[in-house]
């Protein structure tokens, strides 16, 4: 299994800003893609960004524009910048990893192989 960790959540005001970040164990960095996804209280699971090898992304209509999916190979780290959160961004983050093909990223949950353990994101409005 490969352990992911993530780190960076908080509490922060509506129109703040936080990173996550997600580091691989291990020294070696061999996803095809990676992403981010959240579960609030009482709710689903939702992806929220991915990308793949090539650096293609795919970010939900809710994040567009405000959250920016990034990786950095030789750290074996997923970041998830996020900017202008808003109180609907408060949930516990998890990134996850696809060991296999992934040419499209995904945010479909079942894509991925391994997750890490969640980071709390708390945004007061």
């Known amino acids: 299994q490969v352990p992911l960790v993530e780190s960076g959540g908080g509490s922060v005001q509506s129109g703040g800003s936080l990173r996550l970040s997600c580091v691989a164990s291990g020294g070696t960095y061999r996803s095809r893609c990676m992403g981010w996804f959240r579960q609030a209280p009482g709710k689903e699971r939702e992806g929220v960004a991915a990308?793949?090898?090539?650096?293609?992304?795919n970010y939900a209509d809710s994040v567009q524009g405000r959250f920016t999916i990034s990786q950095d190979n030789a750290k074996n780290t997923l970041y998830l910048q996020m900017n202008s959160l808003k109180a609907e961004d408060t949930a516990m983050y998890y990134c996850?990893?696809?060991?296999?093909?992934?040419?499209?990223?995904?945010?479909?949950?079942?894509?991925?192989?391994?997750w890490g353990q969640g980071t709390q994101v708390t945004v007061s409005s």
């Open positions: 996850a990893a696809r060991s296999g093909a992934c040419y499209s990223p995904s945010r479909v949950p079942y894509m991925y192989n391994y």
């Open positions: 990308i793949n090898s090539g650096g293609n992304t």
